[in-house]
């Protein structure tokens, strides 16, 4: 597996930085144990070459064991994986067609829809996963979002910890540009080496720097889902033309998706679900461990329509975003309904299946 860094040019679209092996094209198989056997009926077809994007989180987890598993080939896809930095790069990259696919955040995708690009939600990848950490003197001071007063808080423009933070300092009755300083950082460890140096008295950081953050000694003032519960965080946006083309490559695709999903709800997979994550992820086992089984990172590939528009409400209220409109256009939720129901097909009793049929009613209808 080779796991290659994407270096695509940004579009006239401002860059945001939020915070998450390409393998070559797999070669088709013939059973070649006798001549006899070759014929049309046992070629195998050729596996359908998917470009995805993703961010250096686990909370991307979902992506990696779909790949670890084997799931993509088993839909037939041939899923190549491009690294970024940033959630601006991604988004320029899916909305300029040089990705197929990629996860970069909530906040990010709502605020380039604004400023025009192009792209289709069609699925989610994680949930919640955030936390405002502090060192251990100030921390306990600042579980009341209105004590944030007065105070200097470090984060990172777009991502999704940053709105769910902004919008309980607000809710507290806090004016965001006036009553605290906010400083805008390059990335979640800037965050942390800032909160350490007691350059700021906290700051907002994602998966996996939530667990890095408490092994450099601070403390975590609150995850976000105390703040906003349930809130969605990564969600899969799609290049609009080749969804718009292909949907079938994408119900195939939201079917590994579910299949990793389904596979990660077993504890008994951990050590499995750990080496794949790993493969892409260059951070310690029990850090990644804690992420996905300790229960502050939702880990779904449904779409959850219903908490997207709910979650755009609070950055128009807030001040992130300026328009209030209904974006529902761009988010869709049939290809997970038409992957999700291929699945409970082929298992109908599955209780798994089952119970994220009853979920997908009440997220998206």
């Avoid at 105070?151 to 300092?169: E, M, N």
């Avoid at 699945?343 to 798994?352: C, Q, R, S, V």
């Amino acid at each position: 597996m080779k796991i290659r860094k994407a270096l695509f040019s940004s579009l006239v679209l401002t860059l945001f930085l939020a915070g998450c092996a390409g393998k070559t094209a797999t070669e088709t198989e013939q059973d070649t144990s006798s001549k006899e056997e070759v014929s049309a009926n046992t070629q195998e077809k050729a596996l359908t070459p998917v470009n995805v994007g993703y961010l250096p989180s686990t909370g991307h987890s979902l992506y990696f064991i779909a790949e670890g598993e084997g799931y993509f080939e088993e839909a037939g896809l041939d899923v190549s994986f491009s690294l970024f930095s940033n959630s601006g790069e991604g988004i320029n990259a899916v909305a300029a067609g040089q990705l197929d696919i990629g996860t970069f955040g909530t906040a990010a995708p709502l605020k380039f829809e604004e400023q025009g690009a192009e792209f289709v939600i069609f699925g989610g990848q994680m949930g919640e996963g955030a936390g405002i950490v502090a060192k251990p003197e100030n921390a306990e001071g600042l579980k009341d979002p209105a004590n944030f007063e007065g105070k200097k808080v470090a984060t990172v423009s777009l991502a999704t910890g940053d709105v769910v933070w902004r919008s309980a300092v607000h809710d507290a009755g806090l004016d965001l540009e006036n009553d605290l300083e906010i400083v805008e950082m390059q990335s979640a460890n800037d965050v942390i080496v800032a909160v350490n140096q007691g350059e700021v008295d906290a700051g907002v950081v994602w998966v996996p720097y939530v667990e890095k953050a408490k092994q450099e000694g601070l403390e975590i003032v609150a995850y976000t889902n105390e703040y906003m519960e349930d809130h969605v965080c990564g969600r899969i946006i799609a290049n609009t033309d080749k969804f718009k083309e292909e949907p079938e490559t994408y119900i195939a695709f939201m079917e590994a998706m579910i299949k990793a999903e389904r596979f990660l709800a077993d504890e008994n997979n951990k050590k499995a679900v750990l080496a794949d994550v790993v493969a892409f992820i260059d951070v310690d086992k029990e850090i990644i461990e804690k992420d996905l089984y300790d229960g502050y990172l939702v880990q779904s590939a449904d779409p959850d329509k219903n908490a997207i528009l709910a979650f755009r409400e609070k950055m128009v209220e807030i001040g992130y975003l300026a328009e209030d409109k209904d974006v529902s256009g761009i988010i869709d939720i049939e290809v997970y309904k038409s992957a999700l129901e291929n699945l409970k097909a082929e298992n109908p009793e599955d209780p798994f299946y089952q119970e994220l049929e009853e979920r997908y009613v009440e997220k998206n209808l």
